[in-house]
């Protein structure tokens, strides 16, 4: 139940692509689900963030989509560039632990 | 965004030494900090939960006495590799969150752990 699904594991898009990275979890006590950026060798770096009291969010060229009912959210990644390239990993948390349950992570390949 | 540093970036020490790596908060500060470690093509995996002032929370399989947790300040956190093996040769990331209701983490750069 403390597990957050994510699909699919690698993902190759040509530029100006729309990749989408799905994440799926069971317990509804989560209330927070942030999305990371990963790099080989560096740390996750923060991309977007949502609450499920809202549907979508969009950041730049990052939009998240919320399914409250479904227990399912997803990244999209507008006009995807080669930068873009990197591991990205979904994650869920709960108010009072703030403790992360992170996705097995996505890695993408946008190809000039 | 709030920066974390973590330092040292890569380490190489012998088998059956101790290694300690630092996480600080630069510009908040930071009640509770999260050590993390990841294997390669792999997610990360929560180890402890550090609360400045009080003792770490280790999640279930972790060898308290082997990954040594210490949050003196609001501002740096630090995890101890004792005795170290070859097997704990890893990828070891901290996080850190500010005090409240603010669920947003924010991570260290990662330490790269070889074990010979």
């Known amino acids: 139940q403390q597990q957050v699904k994510q699909s699919p594991q690698s993902l190759i898009v040509q530029k100006g692509g729309i990749p989408i990275i799905n994440c799926a979890y069971e317990n509804t006590a989560f209330d927070y689900f942030p999305w990371y950026q990963q790099f080989p060798g560096k740390g996750p770096a923060l991309l977007i963030a949502i609450r499920p009291d809202v549907s979508e969010k969009k950041e730049g060229r990052f939009t998240i989509s919320f399914n409250k009912s479904a227990k399912q959210f997803s990244l999209h990644i507008m006009d995807s560039q080669p930068g873009d390239s990197a591991t990205y990993f979904c994650a869920a948390s709960t108010s009072g632990t703030y403790k992360y349950i992170f996705g097995t992570g996505t890695r993408l390949k946008v190809l000039a | 965004g709030a920066v974390v540093s973590q330092h040292p970036s890569w380490v190489i020490c012998k088998s059956g030494t101790s290694v300690k790596i630092e996480c600080r908060s630069l510009?908040?500060?930071?009640?509770?900090m999260f050590w993390y470690r990841q294997f390669p093509k792999q997610s990360l995996m929560l180890m402890a939960t550090?609360?400045?002032?009080?003792?770490?929370?280790?999640e279930q399989g972790v060898e308290k006495d082997k990954f040594l947790i210490n949050h003196a300040s609001l501002t740096l956190s630090t995890l101890t590799v004792t005795s170290a093996h070859p097997e704990d040769s890893s990828f070891y990331i901290c996080?850190?969150?500010?005090?409240?209701?603010?669920?947003?983490?924010?991570f260290g750069q990662g330490t790269r752990l070889t074990v010979v």
């Open positions: 510009d908040f500060q930071a009640t509770t």
């Open positions: 550090s609360n400045e002032g009080s003792k770490a929370t280790y």
């Open positions: 996080s850190a969150r500010e005090a409240g209701f603010i669920p947003e983490a924010f």
